[in-house]
């Protein structure tokens, strides 16, 4: 009799035992493949609000950055340029004989206040720091000068791209480059504007034509603020949401395999209100070279030729849709024919933003 109730209690163990473990590994498994369909579902498919609204851009640079240099009228009105081969276009002067420089202001401020030739710069070049010493020029009346010509700060205008779940958004869809330097500005902070289209010069072979807008650059009407200054686009924060995307209905990304050559529509506001345009992808290359040319377009739609001539300078950012998803933004206008130009995948710009 207790070999029976032995042998009972046994296989019930045993039975409990594979039940559990096998319930146990079931569950497991199935976990790693609800976590398998969700980061597949997530990589390409996430939800955004989709822009097309101008938006007034000031962007200050982190340190100042120098232009070039100059000579400069010393005592008895002899010319020198003291910081001649010293320093170089695209460095950024970050302090002077110890004194911290985060703009132009306070650049000036501090050689105003030089009582002595000998100067110390710290310059950050090529994402490395160095020291340079030379000696400023005294002029006639003992004021000093450095011959540098330098810059702090960049504004403009251009396209809100999406908005996420986290009130971050993404613009532009290609970096702010100096005018002079041609090189990536490197910021500090920023600040997006709300901004209103007054006219549009039409685009024509050779002149890309461009939107232009009214920015009064006050409190209030600042929407929100600037974070990154990326190849990619400008990156930041929109605190004032309904001021700027007055339709908040969400959509779907895609990732750039989705993508096809053919229709798609272009969202912007050329002509006052933000509108959906026609536009055909011609090419769609996914290893593109620059990372904001993976894709050709053309407009198609008489409404923006007519209004706009194609592509003009402040429509960078405009949203790409095609089969109801995001897939990228505009970036570059063709010189030669305004109404083809390039865009970039918005994956590329997603991986600027931190996920929701």
């Known amino acids: 009799m207790r070999k029976y109730w032995y042998r009972r209690i046994l296989i019930m163990a045993v039975v409990f035992s594979v ?8 569950i497991r498994n199935r976990q790693e493949e609800l976590k398998q369909e969700v980061n597949a579902g997530t990589a390409g498919s996430g939800l955004v609000i989709p822009g097309g609204m101008p938006i007034g851009i000031y962007l200050e640079t982190d340190g100042v950055m120098v232009l070039g240099t100059q000579a400069v009228p010393g005592t008895g009105g002899i010319e020198k340029e003291p910081a001649r081969n010293l320093v170089s276009a695209g460095d950024y002067i970050t302090a002077i004989n110890g004194t911290k420089i985060r703009k132009k202001t306070e650049l ?10 000998d100067v110390v710069l710290d310059i950050e070049r090529d994402g490395s720091e160095t ?8 002029d006639d009346d003992g004021d000093y000068k450095l011959g540098i010509w330098v810059r702090d700060n960049a504004q403009g205008l251009g396209t809100i791209t999406f908005l996420n779940a986290d009130s971050q958004f993404g613009a532009l ?11 990536l500005l490197k910021t500090s902070k920023g600040t997006v504007y709300s901004t209103s289209i007054k006219d549009v010069q039409k685009g024509t072979s050779g002149n890309p034509g461009g939107m232009e807008g009214i920015i009064v650059y006050n409190n209030y009407n600042v929407l929100g603020s600037i974070s990154k200054n990326t190849e990619e686009g400008i990156y930041g924060k929109i605190d004032r949401i309904d001021a700027l995307f007055g339709d908040q209905t969400p959509m779907e990304t895609a990732v750039r395999d989705e993508i096809r050559e053919g229709p798609a529509v272009i969202r912007c506001a050329v002509e006052g209100d933000v509108k959906e345009y026609e536009i055909r992808i011609t090419k769609v290359d996914r290893h593109a070279q620059e990372v904001n ?3 050709e377009i053309e407009v198609t739609d ?3 030729l007519k209004a706009a001539g194609g592509i003009v300078q402040g ?5 790409i849709i095609q089969n109801g998803k995001l897939i990228g933004a505009v970036t570059h206008v063709f010189v030669k024919d305004s109404s083809r130009g390039y865009g970039i995948f918005i994956e590329n ?6 996920s929701p």
């Open 293 to 295: 040319k993976g894709l």
């Open 302 to 304: 008489e409404r923006l």
């Open 131 to 138: 020291k340079v010493r030379f000696q400023a020029v005294a």
């Open 349 to 354: 710009m997603l991986k600027n933003v931190d």
């Open 19 to 26: 039940a559990v473990g096998g319930s146990y590994y079931l």
């Open 173 to 183: 869809g290609h970096g702010i480059h100096d005018v002079d330097t041609s090189q």
């Open 315 to 319: 429509m960078s950012g405009s949203p």
């Open 108 to 117: 000036i401020e501090a050689v105003n206040q030089l009582d002595q030739e």
